[in-house]
């Protein structure tokens, strides 16, 4: 048997590639769709066009409101925008609900575990106890990131970062950036993006000295953030030792959805690429290269991920995995 859950938001880019991933999922099923009350009502073919590769999935279910007293899944995936997110997801949470969020308001939210599952997985723990719960996904950015710096973080302890990322067009959802405003052009990203880059890993690695400057492009590439890093670490291994850290690093869990290897290592002077390297583990893999010394900092290089499915979709699903084996999920 497998768990019920819902997704919120499914007619979205990111709620279609929850759909996507969670067919023939071992542990759940999709059992419910939900959006806004345009869709609801509506078969889910005719709520909204499908965007991804091959056909939906699921055409013919009917679309119901995202509210919890309609929707019977214990476990319920958020694709929502910060503006409902902040509105629906503690409803569907004090409704007894596990609540996977990739929306952005509650990550740094007291005893609110914002989980990557090889790096924080005691995080989980936070919800123990709980009949119902938010836990966040980190900003998409942070799956390169953040799982690239967790190795080098726990061995020699990071003092400082400096990164600069390189963002998908994809990240913005649909229909995003404008073609006038992307194409043959970057975009520096307005709002609170670099905000949520330099604060999210104090929180995820438990390092509330860690000082991160970051700055934020968008650029036209459909999938996959790329994310230039240089890391000042309190003593300095060798480019050696660095790579045999991230070479082996892979989280306590045997997870569906975390790939061994975890993290691959790339040469070349074109490499990790977006367009080769953003698939790689299923999505779920991050590519890094080429590890070098730095001149002002001890090791600069750079690391990719597949923002809509490490970033988004598949985080969350890996993070529904890890309460699953922690025994943490409604009713377990």
Known sequence: MTIPVAILGATGMVGQRFVSLLQG???????????????????????????????????????????????????????????????????????????????????????????????????????????????????????????????????????????????????????????????????????DEEAKVASEPRKILDAPELRISARCVRVPVADGHLVGLQVRLASDPGVEAIEGALRTFRGPHVLHSSPVPLIHLLQGRDRPSPRLDAGRGAGMAISIGPVLPCEVMTVKFFALAHNAIRGAAGGAIANAELLHARGLLPGA
Do not use: K
């Open 25 to 191: 999922h071992p542990l759940f099923h999709v059992a419910e769709l939900c959006a806004s009350s345009r869709s609801a009502g509506r078969p889910y073919e005719e709520a909204g066009p499908w965007r991804l590769g091959g056909d939906n999935p699921l055409p013919h279910a009917v679309v119901l409101p995202c509210d919890p007293a309609l929707v019977r899944s214990p476990l319920v995936f958020s694709a929502l925008d910060a503006a409902a997110a902040r509105e629906i997801e503690p409803a569907f949470a004090q409704a007894g609900r596990a609540v996977l969020t990739n929306a952005s308001p509650f990550r740094m939210a007291e005893g609110v575990p914002l989980l990557i599952p090889e790096v924080n997985p005691d995080h989980a723990e936070w919800v123990r106890g709980r009949s119902g719960y938010i836990v966040a996904n980190p900003n998409c950015t942070h799956q390169a990131m953040t799982v690239a710096l967790a190795p080098l973080h726990r061995r020699w302890g990071v003092e400082a970062v400096c990164v600069a990322s390189y963002q998908a067009v994809s990240g913005a959802g649909y229909p995003g950036e404008s073609a006038w405003d992307i194409l043959g052009n970057v975009h520096p990203i307005a709002g």
